[in-house]
């Protein structure tokens, strides 16, 4: 946890229990409310937002284990942020009490101490000690066992690495890593991403000459391996089919060394708004950002059997990013409503490919529901696509990486990176033969 600057202050803790308030009742991702928030709370320093960010994100990854220890007392922002810091954030209630925080958190912090401590920790159920809820648990265990499970869980309950990719349009991963350590930001090179490098401290990157000068994005290592699947060449057609802010679109732009034709697909403006100062940023001037108002829109028609190439990252239920987003375990899911738009989105960008082209499907989702089942189904009435095998790319791009299957899967407890989900197709000259 980022300690404050100075001894704990009764709004320090305030702020700590507001946030938490608002994120958990707000329909917006835990990241934009925090964003919003601290831009409205100008008087805080950096450590101080810090330290405030942290402990909500820690009550979020934490809950369901806060909520079994403090029972019997009402579960409210101010007893979760409590048993936070008492428990997991290394605070001593001496601190807490002499900020004044029994007010806030509606109970004495010594009852919470005592509580804490003669809890037997042993007897917690599995979904304490996997800080799961109940929703996602009751899916993952018939797939990998309580053990594998819980390892699972508690990888995705740790705060994640800060990974940035460069952009080869210009500069080196030497030069970027020079740069940024000349800064004070000391990076090591990620293992499989030829592109990446990685902290494991958060700092203003956005801040650094490397940043400013366009040399440099944050984005998952697993995140980078999706564009890399893809293959694009220099001088083809490239379509990013759901291209959210632009983070891979920028990847295939450099992969492409800006030659050809790249096209953005949205159905969200204000995403792709967000995506044209990085544009301009990354040099690339091959990109055409479409807004569409879905998967059947008139300019997706346009472009049906004239791509090589094809990027689905499709809107998912965001299990894998849990180290990130660890709000996605609270809310609701319409799990049902994911998959039907995943495979109305995998159909229609299908569609676009040359015969010979080929389509990555990605998702950051855990969950074979929105996985292997949404390509089974796929293959099942498009007989004219067949799997790539995902080792075959890997081992020609020299990415030291094995699967145990035809997909790319990775984890956090076994890579480092995202939980991601990504299946490579080609359209074949002539239908396979089942």
């Known amino acids: 946890m980022t300690a404050p600057a100075h001894r704990l202050h009764p709004n320090l803790l305030s702020h700590c229990v507001e946030l938490l308030q608002e994120v958990q009742l707000t329909t917006l991702p835990a990241d934009a409310r925090i964003h919003t928030y601290f831009r409205t709370q100008k008087q805080l320093g950096s450590r101080d937002r810090g330290f405030i960010a942290e402990t909500v994100y820690g009550v979020l990854r934490q809950r369901r284990l806060l909520e079994y220890l403090i029972q019997p007392f009402a579960v409210t922002p101010g007893t979760l942020v409590a048993s936070y810091l008492l428990h997991i954030g290394g605070l001593s209630a001496r601190a807490l009490e002499e900020a004044k925080f029994t007010h806030s958190a509606a109970v004495g912090v010594r009852e ?75 990076t090591l090179a990620t293992p499989y991403s030829a592109v990446g490098l990685r902290r494991d401290k958060r700092g203003p990157l956005n801040q650094t000459s490397a940043f400013k000068n366009g040399w440099i994005e944050v984005q998952d290592e697993g995140s980078q391996l ?52 990085r544009l301009r940023r990354a040099g690339l001037d091959n990109v055409r950002s479409i807004l569409i108002r879905d998967e059947n829109d008139v300019h997706v028609k346009r472009l049906r059997g004239k791509i090589d190439r094809v990027l689905v990252d499709a809107p998912c239920s965001g299990t894998g990013t849990l180290r990130r987003n660890p709000d996605i375990k609270w809310r609701e899911i319409n799990l049902t409503a994911l998959t039907t738009t995943q495979t109305a989105i995998l159909a229609a960008a299908a569609k676009l490919l040359k015969p010979g082209g080929r389509l990555v499907y990605a998702t950051c989702s855990i969950l074979p529901d ?49 939980g991601f989900f990504a299946m490579v197709l080609e359209r074949g000259l002539t239908p396979r033969q089942n």
């Open 226 to 277: 999706l564009a890399v699947l893809l293959e694009p060449q220099p001088g083809t057609q490239v379509v990013d089919f759901c291209a959210g802010a632009g983070g891979k679109t920028l990847q295939l732009g450099a992969l492409m060394q800006n030659r050809g034709s790249l096209y953005a697909l949205d159905i969200a403006e204000k995403r792709l708004q967000q995506f044209k100062p």
């Open 370 to 418: 929105e996985n292997e089942q949404i390509i089974t189904a796929f293959l099942n009435t498009h007989a004219d696509f067949s799997i790539i095998p995902v080792n075959t790319i890997l081992q020609r791009l020299a990415i030291p990486l094995t699967m145990p299957s035809d997909a790319l899967r990775l984890w956090p407890h076994e890579h480092h990176t995202d």
């Open 112 to 186: 919470l101490v005592e509580q804490i401590r003669g809890c037997d920790k042993s007897q917690l159920p599995l979904a304490a000690r996997a800080n799961l809820p109940d929703w996602l648990l009751d899916r993952l265990l018939p797939q990998y066992g309580e053990a594998h499970t819980l390892i699972i869980a508690q990888s995705m309950n740790q705060p994640a690495s800060v990974d940035v990719r460069i952009n080869t349009l210009k500069a080196s991963r030497e030069q970027v890593a020079h740069s940024l350590e000349q800064e004070g930001y000391a």
